[in-house]
């Protein structure tokens, strides 16, 4: 699938780190370093800008070592970037760690998904159909 980017950062275009990697990790675009106090979160730019087409979506995620090593996540997580979407690509990021955290120019801040996505058409009814599960919710099969 070829997606149109425009890169106003002063990094490579995202890639793919292994052949079957499902994500391509964004790269903060920075004049300075920020420095991410605990539980603070600042929008972290790109310097991306995509056209995705109809029926498609970009799902911006943690990084996992990220998140492990330094508590640092993605809020909101997954974002999704909509395929009219033409600002630039920024990712919100939380750090819910005990410690500062300093993001440097070309830092991987995030990964991002492409997928696939259907919209819906909504049938309003009076009843909907019976399940095993019904109406059991959160926990309702136990540990």
Same mark, same amino acid.
């Given at each position: 699938?070829?997606?149109?980017?425009?890169?106003?950062?002063?990094?490579?275009?995202?890639?793919?780190?292994?052949? @079957?990697?499902? %994500? =391509?990790?964004?790269?903060?675009?920075?004049?300075?370093?920020?420095? /991410?106090? !605990?539980?603070?979160?600042?929008? #972290?730019? +790109? &310097? /991306?800008?995509?056209?995705? !087409?109809? %029926?498609?979506?970009?799902?911006?995620?943690?990084?996992? %070592? @990220?998140?492990?090593?330094? %508590?640092?996540? =993605? @809020?909101?997580?997954? &974002? +999704?970037?909509?395929?009219?979407?033409? &600002?630039? #690509?920024?990712? *919100?990021?939380?750090?819910?760690?005990?410690?500062?955290? #300093?993001?440097?120019?070309?830092?991987? *801040?995030?990964?991002?998904? *492409?997928?696939?996505?259907?919209?819906?058409?909504?049938?309003? #009814?009076?009843?909907?159909?019976?399940?095993?599960?019904?109406?059991?919710?959160?926990?309702? +099969? &136990?540990?």
């Amino acid at each position: 699938m070829k997606i149109k980017i425009i890169n106003k950062s002063h990094h490579d275009l995202p890639q793919y780190a292994t052949p @079957l990697s499902a %994500g =391509v990790d964004l790269r903060a675009n920075l004049e300075s370093p920020i420095i /991410l106090e !605990p539980m603070q979160r600042r929008l #972290v730019p +790109t &310097g /991306l800008f995509i056209a995705l !087409p109809p %029926g498609f979506e970009a799902q911006v995620r943690p990084r996992s %070592g @990220l998140a492990l090593k330094h %508590g640092l996540t =993605v @809020l909101n997580s997954p &974002g +999704t970037i909509d395929a009219d979407y033409r &600002g630039e #690509v920024c990712v *919100i990021l939380a750090n819910l760690s005990e410690e500062p955290f #300093v993001i440097n120019d070309g830092e991987r *801040i995030a990964q991002m998904v *492409i997928a696939r996505h259907e919209q819906a058409e909504w049938e309003l #009814v009076d009843q909907l159909d019976e399940t095993e599960r019904g109406a059991g919710g959160f926990g309702h +099969t &136990g540990r």
